[in-house]
Every structure is written in C-alpha cells, then in structure tokens.
C-alpha cells in the first residue's frame, strides 16, 4: 500500500528540521500539550465548518474528536524520529464520511483548519528546542515546508479515498436500483420470498401507492445504442421530474429509458385520493428536449400490475411523434389503438380484395383512400367532402364508384365505409 508521508518532499523538510536540531528534541514538548492541541483544533473546527454542527448524525462529532487525535499523534510520532505510519486511519474517515454522505468539501475545510494550528503549535514549539546555530527564518520555513506536506499529503489521501468509496457505493446502489428496476418490470410471484423481502425494504409493498411506467428513446432509436447519449438521455428525463413529490426508479432496459414512478394513492382511507399519478407526471415530461419522445402508461394499482404498465407505456411510445413528443396511454384514441394492437395479429385475415385496393390508390397518389378518410371525417357528407378537398362532387362519386369496383362494397354506406378504413389501417406495408 502506498505511503503517503513517504513523498520526497516531506522527507526533506522532515531532515531540515532534524538537521536544526528541531528532531527530536520537540517532541516531548508537543505531546505534553497535545490535549490543547487537540481541543484547539475541534474548537477552530466548529465554529469555521458549520457542516460538522448542522449534521443530525450523531456520529460525526465524536468520530472527527477521534480523528484529530489520531493526527496529533501522528505528528509527535514523525517530529520524535518516528518512521511515518500507514494512514489507515484517515482511509477509514474517509470511507466513514463517504458512507454517511458527510460533504468531501467540509472535510477538507476541517483540514485547512488543521494545517492553520498545526503550523502555529509546530512553529512556536520548534522555535523553543531549536539549537543555537539554527537560523530562526530557516527553521519557520522548515516548519512550514513539513506542516504544508503532511496537510497536503493527508489531503490528497482523504479525497482519493473519499471519491473511491463513493464510486463503490454508487456501483452497489446502482446494482441494487437495477436488481429492483428488472423485478418490477418482469413480474415476480408473490410467494416468491426473497423478491417480497427485497420489495418491502426497499417500500415498494406499502398500502395506498400508485405507480406508472414511462419510456423514453430519442427520435433517432439508433442512438441509444450508444451508451453515453442513452445516459444523458436517462439524465434529462430524471431532472424532468426531480422536483415531483414521487419517488423514481430509473434506469434503461431494452434500449429505452425506463421510469418506474410511485406516489401516495392517498393519504388513509378517508381522505379523497390525489390526481392520477399519470396526469401530474405528464406536464414535467413535456419539458425533456425536443429529441426525445416518450410513452406513459395509465395509473397501476400495485406493483403486480407494473409488467402491465410496462406494456402500455412501450405502446405509447409508438404513437409518440416529432408533432406530439409525449404521449399518455389515455390520450390514444381508442380506434387507433385498437388497429396498433390487432395489426400486427390479423395480417392472415386481411380481405383478399386490399392488395388490389392498395395498388390502385398507389396507382392513384394515395387519392382512393385520401377520399374514404375525408368522407368519414365529413360524417358521410358527399357534398362536404368535396369541399374539405377542393373537388366536384361528381369526383368524389366517381371515386367512390372506383373504389365499389375494385373491392365489391360501397363506401357510401356506413359498414362497407368501416370495413375499408379498419382493412386498410390494419395493413402493414412491406418494408
């Protein structure tokens, strides 16, 4: 394990000031008045990091008196001669800290209040035990030149050991909200004990909650296959709705953004239950960049019904578009819906007169079936579908008369009307 009071230049301030004389004669004076040290620092501490006073951990306090200890002794025992020891107990603050979430900048804080006082109670003590030939400027740079090393080594200790331990408890949190994410969203069996026992710890199984699934790609699905633009992707839709009294599950599956969103249902079983989790998520989502389009499912009462929710949101998402980049499962016209879900099952059953009704509105720019979309629109009004697309009537009768040629059913009437729009929205071109 890497020293880190074994640098060079620490050494050559250490052997200035054994060559003053300061080593070892200083030390039996800092560790008769190390208590005062000790209580200087914890007191200096205090009143300049408000961080360690404002902590609500109980913790803190007691392990930062500890802490300084271990440096006071650190310090007698170099300034004694003392080879320098492994700092094991700043690695441990650090993961300490990290794990508590302490802020790394109040920790660092505290330690430029330990580089003031140290300096301070170094320098007038080596001032006292210095030998009479020592130059008294050289041995305040000596001093100095030790005090800035050591806070300045421990420093760079604390920091590397502080961001690794919170890459590590980020990677566990990660795999664990990852564990959770794939649970929810794949289903699980409630006698299924240890997928219960994960759920309930981690408050998925309380009473009164609704959940909602979204899913979120770029308009460009190839992009997030890179990993780096799904992760600002993922980012963007998290900031989104950072600030929704919901809690959030996030994370990409199958190439997809995907949000597990929970709120209360209500508060007991007298008050009046809250807006539709569904509802109060869909404003924040519309504030996502413009390249994003994104489905959300309707309101699941339970987390059984998640996979369920799943489904719905991977729908939506197919309806999203440039012109509406959000779209809701209750926001899909129930025909559209319909003809999305049976298209892809009824292709086998499809009447036998489409594909010569499809090549000859190909044959005719799209005119045959532009013509039975108007006419619907019109509630079945010639005369007015001749004046939503700037044509005779005799047109639109001939057309009509076109399409009765080719498929056997008129279109004037309303079930061979229907029949042709469901047909025709139901086909799949070929790619």
């Given at each position: 394990?890497?020293?880190?009071?074994?640098?060079?230049?620490?050494?050559?301030?250490?052997?200035?000031?054994?060559?003053?004389?300061?080593?070892?004669?200083?030390?039996?004076g800092l560790r008769e008045h190390s208590d005062d040290l000790l209580r200087?620092?914890?007191?200096?501490?205090?009143?300049?990091?408000?961080?360690?006073?404002?902590?609500?951990?109980?913790?803190?306090?007691?392990?930062?008196?500890?802490?300084?200890?271990?440096?006071?002794?650190?310090?007698?025992?170099?300034?004694?001669?003392?080879?320098?020891?492994?700092?094991?107990?700043?690695?441990?603050?650090?993961?300490?800290?990290?794990?508590?979430?302490?802020?790394?900048?109040a920790v660092l804080a505290s330690y430029r209040c330990i580089h003031k006082s140290l300096a301070e109670w170094i320098r007038?003590?080596?001032?006292?035990?210095?030998?009479?030939?020592?130059?008294?400027?050289?041995?305040?740079?000596?001093?100095?030149?030790?005090?800035?090393?050591?806070?300045?080594?421990?420093?760079?200790?604390?920091?590397?050991?502080?961001?690794?331990?919170?890459?590590?408890?980020?990677?566990?949190?990660?795999?664990?909200?990852?564990?959770?994410?794939?649970?929810?969203?794949?289903?699980?069996?409630?006698?299924?004990?240890?997928?219960?026992?994960?759920?309930?710890?981690?408050?998925?199984?309380?009473?009164?909650?609704?959940?909602?699934?979204?899913?979120?790609?770029?308009?460009?699905?190839?992009?997030?296959?890179?990993?780096?633009?799904?992760?600002?992707?993922?980012?963007?839709?998290?900031?989104?709705?950072?600030?929704?009294?919901?809690?959030?599950?996030?994370?990409?599956?199958?190439?997809?953004?995907?949000?597990?969103?929970?709120?209360?249902?209500?508060?007991?079983?007298?008050?009046?239950?809250?807006?539709?989790?569904?509802?109060?998520?869909?404003?924040?989502?519309?504030?996502?960049?413009?390249?994003?389009?994104?489905?959300?499912?309707?309101?699941?009462?339970?987390?059984?019904?998640?996979?369920?929710?799943?489904?719905?949101?991977?729908?939506?998402?197919?309806?999203?578009?440039?012109?509406?980049?959000?779209?809701?499962?209750?926001?899909?016209?129930?025909?559209?819906?319909?003809?999305?879900?049976?298209?892809?099952?009824?292709?086998?059953?499809?009447?036998?007169?489409?594909?010569?009704?499809?090549?000859?509105?190909?044959?005719?720019?799209?005119?045959?079936?532009?013509?039975?979309?108007?006419?619907?629109?019109?509630?079945?009004?010639?005369?007015?579908?001749?004046?939503?697309?700037?044509?005779?009537?005799?047109?639109?009768?001939?057309?009509?008369?076109?399409?009765?040629?080719?498929?056997?059913?008129?279109?004037?009437?309303?079930?061979?009307?229907?029949?042709?729009?469901?047909?025709?929205?139901?086909?799949?071109?070929?790619?």
């Open positions: 394990m890497v020293n880190f009071l074994e640098s060079t230049q620490l050494v050559t301030a250490t052997r200035s000031l054994r060559d003053f004389g300061v080593i070892p004669r200083i030390a039996p200087s620092l914890y007191k200096l501490i205090l009143q300049e990091v408000r961080a360690f006073t404002a902590s609500g951990n109980p913790d803190v306090l007691p392990e930062l008196e500890q802490h300084l200890r271990h440096h006071v002794e650190e310090i007698c025992s170099l300034l004694a001669g003392q080879p320098p020891g492994d700092l094991a107990f700043v690695r441990s603050h650090a993961r300490r800290r990290a794990g508590q979430k302490f802020p790394l900048d007038d003590a080596a001032l006292q035990s210095a030998n009479d030939s020592a130059q008294l400027r050289r041995v305040v740079a000596a001093v100095a030149d030790f005090t800035i090393e050591y806070t300045g080594a421990i420093g760079t200790l604390i920091t590397s050991e502080y961001v690794s331990q919170t890459r590590l408890l980020a990677e566990a949190e990660g795999d664990r909200r990852s564990e959770l994410l794939n649970l929810l969203l794949s289903g699980y069996d409630e006698s299924d004990r240890r997928a219960a026992q994960l759920l309930r710890r981690a408050g998925y199984l309380e009473q009164r909650q609704s959940f909602c699934v979204a899913v979120a790609r770029s308009v460009d699905p190839r992009e997030m296959e890179n990993a780096a633009r799904a992760k600002r992707m993922a980012d963007a839709v998290s900031e989104a709705i950072r600030n929704l009294p919901v809690r959030v599950l996030i994370g990409i599956n199958e190439n997809l953004v995907t949000v597990i969103l929970s709120g209360t249902r209500r508060q007991s079983g007298w008050t009046a239950p809250q807006s539709l989790l569904a509802d109060r998520v869909y404003p924040q989502l519309r504030t996502v960049g413009p390249a994003a389009l994104i489905g959300v499912s309707t309101d699941a009462p339970s987390t059984s019904h998640i996979p369920n929710a799943l489904t719905q949101a991977k729908l939506s998402l197919d309806f999203a578009s440039v012109g509406e980049r959000v779209m809701s499962w209750a926001r899909i016209p129930f025909r559209d819906m319909l003809v999305r879900v049976a298209a892809e099952q009824i292709q086998s059953a499809l009447p036998a007169w489409l594909a010569a009704f499809l090549e000859a509105d190909r044959k005719a720019r799209g005119s045959l079936g532009k013509t039975l979309r108007a006419y619907a629109k019109a509630d079945m009004n010639i005369l007015k579908t001749a004046k939503d697309l700037s044509l005779h009537p005799n047109t639109i009768y001939a057309r009509m008369q076109k399409i009765n040629d080719i498929t056997e059913l008129n279109p004037l009437s309303y079930n061979a009307l229907t029949e042709l729009l469901l047909a025709t929205d139901c086909a799949i071109p070929d790619p």
